[in-house]
Nanobody
Framework: QVQLVESGGGLVQAGGSLRLSCAASGRTFSSAAMGWFRQAPGKEREFVAAINWSGGDKTYYQEAVKGRFTISRDNAKNTVNLQMNSLKPEDTAVYYC???????????????????WGQGTQVTVSS
């Protein structure tokens, strides 16, 4: 059974940093898409970042987090990480890790194409 377990969320002041990690078990995702999504209260779950295999790993980001967030994966540990710097109050949300069976090509940002989800970790940024 595949499980994704997130860690690293918490409360931080604006301008601070957090590092989220997602540990996968049950299968490897070294050549598949893995991503981070977030959901704020009363809002839809939205794409944040993805790492997608296309002859090599490629990374993608939502415009609002470009230059502040970095996604990476460690295939030896079967984990995917999200380094979040210069955090803003509008980054406050529950962050979810997601994994697909395969590379997603141009669909890396669509939540419906991911097959596995973690339980989420709360990130709160105070002003």
């Amino acid at each position: 059974q595949v499980q994704l377990v997130e860690s690293g969320g918490g409360l931080v002041q604006a301008g601070g940093s957090l590092r989220l990690s997602c540990a996968a078990s049950g299968r490897t995702f070294s050549s598949a898409a893995m991503g981070w999504f977030r959901q704020a209260p009363g809002k839809e779950r939205e794409f944040v970042a993805a790492i997608n295999w296309s002859g090599g790993d490629k990374t993608y980001y939502q415009e609002a987090v470009k230059g502040r967030f970095t996604i990476s994966r460690d295939n030896a540990k079967n984990t995917v990480n999200l380094q979040m710097n210069s955090l803003k109050p509008e980054d406050t949300a529950v962050y979810y890790c997601a994994a697909a069976h395969r590379p997603l090509g141009s669909l890396y940002f669509t939540k419906y194409d991911y097959n596995y989800w973690g339980q989420g970790t709360q990130v709160t940024v105070s002003s």
